[in-house]
């Protein structure tokens, strides 16, 4: 059975880090891209970043980038989502998933974790 679980959520401060973790297991993900979604209250869940097998390549939602790091430990099938700089606008639920696809797209993932809540207040 293919599990995607998510942690490390928390209440943070506005310009804190935090670091959230997606431990994949029940098959091989070599050929799977792996991202971050997140979805706040009333709205639509959006891509946040995405990471291919090897590492090498990245790909960051505007609204994170120079602020998120996407990283993978491929030999422990784990993902880390290192947020810094972090704003009120972060608050969401953050969803780890996997992809045989290169996409944002919510509906082309094959996998989804069940999400952690970051809350970014003062």
């Known amino acids: 059975q293919v599990q995607l679980v998510e942690s490390g959520g928390d209440l943070a401060q506005p310009g804190g880090s935090l670091t959230l973790s997606c431990a994949a297991s029940?098959?091989?993900?070599?050929?799977?891209?792996m991202y971050w979604f997140r979805q706040a209250p009333g709205k639509e869940r959006e891509f946040v970043a995405r990471?291919?097998?090897?590492?090498?390549?990245?790909v960051y939602a505007d609204s994170v980038k120079g602020r998120f790091t996407i990283s993978r430990e491929s030999n422990k099938n784990t993902v880390y989502l290192q947020m810094n700089i972090l704003k009120p606008e972060d608050t969401a639920v953050y969803y780890c998933?996997?992809?045989?696809?290169?996409?944002?797209?919510?509906?082309?993932?094959?996998?989804w974790g069940k999400g952690t809540l970051i809350t970014v207040s003062s």
């Open positions: 998933a996997a992809s045989r696809f290169v996409t944002g797209r919510p509906e082309r993932m094959d996998y």
């Open positions: 990471i291919n097998w090897s590492g090498a390549t990245t």
């Open positions: 029940g098959r091989t993900f070599s050929s799977y891209g």
